[in-house]
């Protein structure tokens, strides 16, 4: 919660580029995201105020009833800095 708080207080942005549902060993119920930019006020004063591209994506996973059970953010075999500057 306290992490979602300061998110929300640094108005963090997400802007999704692709929503995908291709995982032929999970084809119910768990979607990929990919992002095209991400903005907030503390990219802004560390030097990016255009924001910056993430380089990884974002694996979420449902329930039958349709509600989110995980959220899975990484690089997942990528490399370690997940985002490029821009």
Same mark, same amino acid.
């Given at each position: 919660? /306290?992490? =979602?708080? /300061?998110s929300? /207080?640094?108005? %963090?942005? #997400?802007i $999704?580029? &692709?929503?995908? @549902?291709s995982n032929?060993a999970?084809p =119910?119920g $768990?979607l990929?995201? *990919?992002? %095209?930019?991400?903005? *907030?006020d *503390?990219l802004a %004063?560390a030097?990016?105020?255009?924001g910056?591209?993430? *380089?990884?994506?974002? !694996?979420v !996973?449902?329930d039958?009833a349709? =509600?989110i059970? &995980? #959220?899975?953010? @990484?690089?997942? @075999? @990528?490399?370690p %800095?997940?985002?490029?500057?821009?």
């Amino acid at each position: 919660m /306290a992490w =979602l708080r /300061a998110s929300f /207080a640094h108005h %963090d942005r #997400l802007i $999704v580029g &692709e929503i995908t @549902g291709s995982n032929p060993a999970q084809p =119910l119920g $768990v979607l990929g995201i *990919s992002f %095209d930019r991400r903005t *907030s006020d *503390s990219l802004a %004063d560390a030097g990016h105020p255009s924001g910056i591209t993430p *380089s990884t994506g974002t !694996k979420v !996973k449902f329930d039958p009833a349709g =509600l989110i059970t &995980e #959220l899975n953010n @990484g690089p997942y @075999g @990528g490399p370690p %800095d997940s985002y490029h500057i821009s």
